[in-house]
């Protein structure tokens, strides 16, 4: 087997564990907190479910580009294996937490020292051969947004069968055990003797540089709003859900079915779509993401009955397939030589600011719209993001590069 496949195979486990472990504690947070950390009050407990949240995404969002600064000076797989075994530890350490302090401080470092998945994008973008790229950007993002979405889930079952401390300490040996795998099999030619002779500049003046490269800013931008747009309706979806179904049986089951056949049909359409963007463009496949994406909202915001709700979900989910693969791929076209970890890493911190920013903004939002009203909404931004593609990426680049 080629190396890029076995890069693709192993980082692609890789994703997928680190972002359902991320994710997999939404479901029994405010559960840990209570029955294992003590606190009674109901507000207090759902202050510091959220606070606790959106910790890993604060200072995921301010070290992202440092990471990628380093990963271009010292390689990728390095940074790579520094964020998995480093997640390990901390997620292991979760278990042990006695305070809802302890659980915030490990949220936030879990954040400063992330960076598994930008790594894993910009190594598999410089070993992938031009021709495959946008297949194993598809590839692999399908692992990381898979994860993403269906680690509530997961996390739900196992909260019933194991408890909740176990889960973490569960969570941490699969990040260890796909961090030793990355060690063992992963390769990454990078050349530091050459990377120590180029002039080191700062995350500032790397982003200076790097927002002048036409197409870049424009894709950054396309990252937060679609992050932003799928996330602000996501933490209210198991209430609407039970506004449809009503207080009858299997309710958790439908609400984490709901919240999860995005990811499955996203895992069937990204690599799919990732060989479509190979033929035809990926700026093509991102206009056609875009507007099916946004045209499926429409009919969650009609739903009067959870079959209409989980048909939609599921065609989101493969619109969304070619949403962040074909980012992630016009980024290393766009992005000048040596500069590949960095332009990731500031792309990862707009996708950290999304995540961050969407459930505040819907849940703030929801008082006064509903969740109709948050998906009517992300329609529309997905919509502006089409319209601002047009303008950024296709009508004023360069004849030569409309076949990205």
């Known amino acids: 087997m080629e190396q890029w496949k076995k890069n693709l195979i192993v980082l692609w486990f890789g994703q997928f564990l680190i972002n359902a472990g991320m994710t997999m504690i939404i479901p029994f947070m405010s559960l840990y907190l209570q029955f294992d950390l003590g606190l009674s009050d109901k507000h207090e407990i759902g202050v510091w479910a959220g606070i606790i949240f959106a910790g890993n995404f604060v200072t995921s969002f301010i070290f992202q580009p440092i990471w990628g600064k380093y990963a271009d000076k ?43 998945n930008p790594g894993a994008v910009s190594l598999m973008s410089a070993t992938t051969p031009k021709s495959k790229v946008g297949f194993a950007m598809g590839t692999l993002q399908s692992g ?17 069968s194991i408890g909740y401390r176990p889960i973490f300490y569960l969570t941490g040996a699969l990040m260890f055990a796909a961090s030793m795998l990355a060690f063992f099999v992963v390769k990454d030619p990078f050349d530091r003797s050459k990377a120590a002779s180029k002039h080191t500049i700062s995350v500032r003046e790397g982003l200076k540089k790097l927002i002048k490269v036409p197409g870049i800013s424009s894709l950054y931008t396309v990252t937060f709003l679609i992050q932003f747009a799928m996330m602000s309706p996501m933490t209210l979806i198991p209430l609407f859900v039970q506004e449809l179904h009503g207080n009858g049986p299997n309710l958790a089951f439908w609400a984490g079915l709901v919240s999860s056949v995005t990811g499955l049909s996203n895992m069937i359409a990204s690599p799919l779509l990732g060989k479509i963007s190979d033929k035809i463009g990926s700026v093509k496949v991102l206009s056609v993401s875009l507007i099916g994406a946004a045209l499926c909202f429409i009919p969650q915001a009609l739903s009067h009955h959870v079959w209409s709700l989980l048909a939609s979900r599921f065609a989101l989910g ?53 969740i109709q009203g948050l998906f009517v909404l992300s329609s529309v931004l997905l919509f502006a993001n089409m319209f601002w593609v047009w303008q950024k990426l296709i009508r004023n680049v360069p004849v030569q590069q409309k076949n990205v």
């Not at 530890?89 to 401080?105: D, E, S, Y």
């Not at 962040?324 to 500031?346: A, C, H, Q, W």
């Not at 792309?347 to 819907?362: D, E, Y």
């Open 74 to 116: 010292y390689g990728r797989k390095v940074m790579l294996l520094r964020s998995g075994f480093g997640m390990a530890i901390v997620m292991t350490l979760m278990g042990f937490a006695t305070t809802p302090w302890h659980l915030l401080l490990l949220r936030l470092l879990n954040g400063t020292i992330s960076g598994f």
């Open 144 to 160: 990381g947004i898979a994860g993403t979405i269906l680690g509530p889930l997961i996390g739900g079952l196992l909260a019933d």
């Open 318 to 370: 493969i619109f969304l397939g070619g949403l962040n693969p074909s980012v992630n791929s016009l980024i290393r076209k766009y992005t000048p030589d040596g500069m590949e970890s960095r332009s990731y890493g500031f792309n990862s911190s707009m996708l950290a600011l999304g995540n961050m920013a969407g459930p505040i903004v819907g849940g703030a939002l929801s008082g006064s719209i509903g």
